[in-house]
């Protein structure tokens, strides 16, 4: 078919949007008037609507980090004279708690775009451009031929596996699959040593299997502030088999075991478990919806590139998300999306999005918080700053919880006062962090902030309190 005649057969619209996660959130009742579609190809091995977070990524993996904190507690119940005991966990019981409640709400999600909205057409297929805004979407009744005013790309990532011989063979998970296993493995091995790696070494090892974490550096949560990224290591390895430094020489599975070779400081070793999960990474989609052949700019790393506003390289085609941010966070493309959606309907007072600090946590044993820099980088600028760090076992709620190892963080300029950065390593670290965030966010003086309000006590909060306290300012 020639280029005009494929065009000619092509269906236009004002909007299309490529991916149904925060792009879903795009279309409410100001854009009735609209013509708008909205393609999605599917997410985990359900080929689920809704996108990463809700059917495989922060929802499912919160609720089972929760559900794992629970089943340890009676672990910690001797220091707090209780005699407890974990009686089981039921994986099936667990696992369909949980998708039992997600599922419904993506089918549902799909459902209400497919039949519910008169002005939008749901297409269940991969799309790829073929030209500036113009797209091509593979669907199970065929290719259909799409044209648009405006384009939205909002299509994620996906898990990315390292090049190591013998892998693709062995049979092993993602987080798009490990959380729908048939029942907890005896044995897992876990590649990977960042936030999907410990929060679901977390998970496994709390439910009963023996973990084993292999990582190519020396610490767990490497990009962590240096202190936090420490003392979590150290914690980690009182719970999971942690090999460090190690490098994957081959994989292999043999009557039903995995079998990975690796190279490490003590030489040659190997590892066994019955399931895999590998967690090194995802991968922008960019490459999969074909952005360069849609005219799209991309950076180093291969994703589109977007200015303030989320705008792409070609007139009327924005992207947000996983496929376009450096910040795999659901909070970001949500923040990214409301950016769009203002742009879409009044291109002629663009806003811009507000990057400068950006939060993220890590729902592992123990938990990890932060926001802004890390001493490390605040050295690598040259900053004079001051840090300064407080425990929870120095505070009265502290002692109650009988916590010995978590702990504030936080980093000011010494000329100016301003905070830098907060770092907070234990229960409840991501609810914590969240006044920090706002002094960030708002320029709060960390002087005015700590002895300016009442702070409850005795309560956790206390600890981000006298850490401020702390600061070596004038």
Same mark, same amino acid.
């Given at each position: 078919?020639?280029?005009?005649d494929?065009m +000619?057969? =092509?269906?236009?619209y004002?909007?299309v949007i /490529?991916g149904?996660g925060?792009g879903?959130?795009?279309?409410?009742e100001? !854009?009735?008037e609209?013509?708008?579609a909205?393609?999605e190809r599917?997410?985990?091995s359900?080929g689920?609507?809704?996108?990463?977070?809700?059917?495989?990524?922060?929802?499912?993996?919160?609720?089972?980090?929760?559900?794992a904190?629970?089943?340890?507690?009676?672990?910690?119940?001797?220091? &707090?004279?209780l005699?407890?005991?974990?009686?089981?966990?039921?994986?099936?019981?667990?696992r369909d708690?949980? *998708?039992?409640?997600?599922d419904?709400i993506?089918?549902?999600g799909e459902?209400?775009r497919?039949q519910?909205?008169?002005?939008?057409?749901?297409y269940?297929?991969?799309?790829?451009f073929t030209?500036?805004r113009?797209?091509?979407?593979?669907?199970?009744?065929?290719? =259909?031929?799409l044209?648009?005013d405006?384009?939205? %790309?909002?299509?994620?990532s996906?898990?990315?596996?390292? $090049? /190591?011989?013998?892998?693709?063979?062995?049979?092993?998970?993602?987080?798009d699959?490990?959380?729908r296993l048939?029942e907890?493995p005896?044995?897992?091995?876990?590649?990977g040593?960042?936030f999907v790696?410990?929060e679901?070494a977390h998970? *496994?090892?709390s439910?009963?299997? $023996?973990?084993?974490?292999?990582?190519?550096s020396? &610490?767990l949560?490497?990009?962590?502030d240096g202190?936090?990224?420490?003392? !979590?290591?150290e914690?980690?390895? $009182? $719970?999971?088999d /942690?090999?460090?430094?190690?490098?994957?020489k081959?994989?292999?599975?043999?009557?039903g075991?995995?079998r990975l070779?690796?190279d490490?400081?003590?030489? +040659?070793?190997t590892?066994?478990?019955e399931?895999?999960l590998?967690?090194?990474?995802?991968r922008?989609?960019?490459?999969?919806?074909?952005?360069a052949?849609?005219?799209?700019?991309?950076?180093?790393?291969?994703?589109?590139a977007v200015?303030?506003?989320?705008?792409a390289?070609?007139?009327g085609v924005?992207?947000l998300?996983d %496929?376009?941010?450096p910040?795999q966070?659901?909070?970001?493309a949500n923040?990214?999306?409301?950016?769009v959606q203002?742009?879409?309907?009044?291109?002629?007072r663009?806003?811009?999005?507000d990057?400068?600090?950006v939060?993220?946590? %890590? !729902?592992?044993?123990?938990q990890?918080?932060a926001?802004g820099?890390?001493e490390?980088?605040?050295?690598?600028?040259g900053?004079?700053?001051?840090?300064?760090?407080h425990?929870?076992a120095?505070?009265?709620?502290?002692?109650?919880?009988?916590?010995?190892?978590g *702990?504030a963080?936080? &980093?000011?300029?010494?000329?100016?006062?301003?905070?830098?950065g907060?770092?907070i390593?234990?229960?409840? =670290?991501?609810?914590?962090i969240q006044?920090l965030?706002?002094?960030?966010? !708002?320029g709060?003086?960390?002087?005015?902030?700590?002895?300016?309000?009442?702070?409850?006590?005795p309560?956790?909060p206390?600890?981000v309190?006298?850490?401020? &306290?702390?600061?070596?300012?004038?």
């Open positions: 078919m020639r280029k005009g494929e +000619a057969a =092509a269906r236009h004002d909007l /490529v149904s925060s879903n959130s795009l279309v409410d100001r !854009f009735d609209w013509n708008v909205i393609v599917g997410v985990g359900t689920a609507y809704g996108g990463t977070c809700l059917n495989v990524g922060c929802i499912p993996t919160k609720m089972l980090a929760h559900t904190d629970t089943a340890r507690a009676p672990g910690h119940g001797e220091r &707090l004279g005699d407890l005991e974990l009686r089981g966990a039921p994986w099936p019981a667990i708690r949980i *998708f039992g409640r997600i419904p993506a089918a549902a459902r209400y497919a519910e909205n008169p002005n939008v057409t749901l269940r297929g991969t799309a790829r030209g500036e113009e797209l091509a979407v593979e669907t199970a009744e065929g290719t =259909a031929a044209t648009a405006r384009v939205v %790309v909002a299509a994620g996906r898990p990315e596996a390292p $090049q /190591v011989p013998g892998l693709d063979g062995v049979g092993y998970h993602t987080s699959s490990v959380m048939a907890v005896r044995r897992l091995i876990v590649l040593t960042g790696g410990t679901l998970v *496994f090892a439910l009963g299997s $023996q973990v084993t974490v292999i990582g190519r020396g &610490l949560l490497r990009h962590q202190e936090i990224a420490r003392h !979590f290591t914690l980690a390895r $009182q $719970q999971w /942690v090999r460090l430094d190690r490098t994957v081959e994989a292999g599975r043999r009557d075991v995995v070779e690796l490490g400081p003590h030489g +040659a070793e590892v066994e478990a399931e895999l590998v967690a090194t990474g995802r922008p989609n960019a490459d999969l919806v074909g952005a052949a849609g005219g799209l700019a991309l950076t180093d790393d291969g994703r589109i200015d303030a506003t989320q705008a390289s070609v007139a924005w992207a998300g %496929v376009s941010s910040y966070l659901k909070h970001v923040h990214e999306a409301r950016v203002h742009n879409l309907l009044h291109p002629e663009p806003v811009r999005t990057h400068r600090f939060p993220h946590a %890590v !729902f592992s044993s123990p990890v918080a926001v820099l890390t490390e980088e605040a050295r690598e600028r900053l004079d700053y001051t840090a300064a760090v425990r929870y120095d505070i009265a709620y502290g002692w109650a919880m009988e916590d010995t190892t *702990f963080k936080v &980093l000011a300029d010494r000329g100016t006062g301003r905070l830098l907060a770092h390593l234990g229960p409840e =670290a991501p609810t914590l006044p965030i706002q002094a960030l966010h !708002f709060l003086d960390p002087r005015a902030m700590a002895r300016g309000q009442y702070w409850i006590h309560a956790m206390e600890v309190e006298n850490a401020l &306290l702390k600061l070596d300012l004038p």
